[in-house]
């Protein structure tokens, strides 16, 4: 059984930190290709940064020099390093695996930046 586990979010004020992991079981996760997205109501989820399964790292423009991707295949982890938290950034954040078919989803967790 395929499994995406996200944690670390959280209630955050302007310009602070957050972390997010996403624990992953029941896949090759070495093989597949990791993707952080987000979504707020009334709007599409929107992909926000990506790892291909060599390490290379894909951001939105709306993020870019503020979060960072990584992964640790011997863990089976991804995180997504969000610094200088923005209002906009306000989100239900999902971790997602993609390869070749194959697409898995976590169950989201909610990251918010308010004063």
């Known amino acids: 059984q395929v499994q995406l586990v996200e944690s670390g979010g959280g209630l955050v004020q302007p310009g602070e930190s957050l972390r997010l992991f996403c624990a992953a079981s029941g896949i090759n996760f070495s093989a597949y290709k990791m993707n952080w997205y987000r979504q707020t109501p009334g709007k599409q989820r929107e992909l926000v940064a990506t790892?291909?399964?060599?390490?290379?790292?894909i951001y939105a423009v709306a993020v870019k020099d503020r979060f960072t991707i990584s992964r640790d295949n011997a863990k089976n982890t991804v995180s997504l390093q969000m610094n200088s938290l923005k209002p906009e950034d306000t989100a239900v954040y999902y971790c997602?695996?993609?390869?070749?078919?194959?697409?898995?989803w976590g169950q989201g967790t909610q990251v918010t930046v308010s004063s």
């Open positions: 997602n695996a993609q390869f070749s078919n194959r697409d898995y």
């Open positions: 790892i291909t399964k060599g390490g290379g790292a």
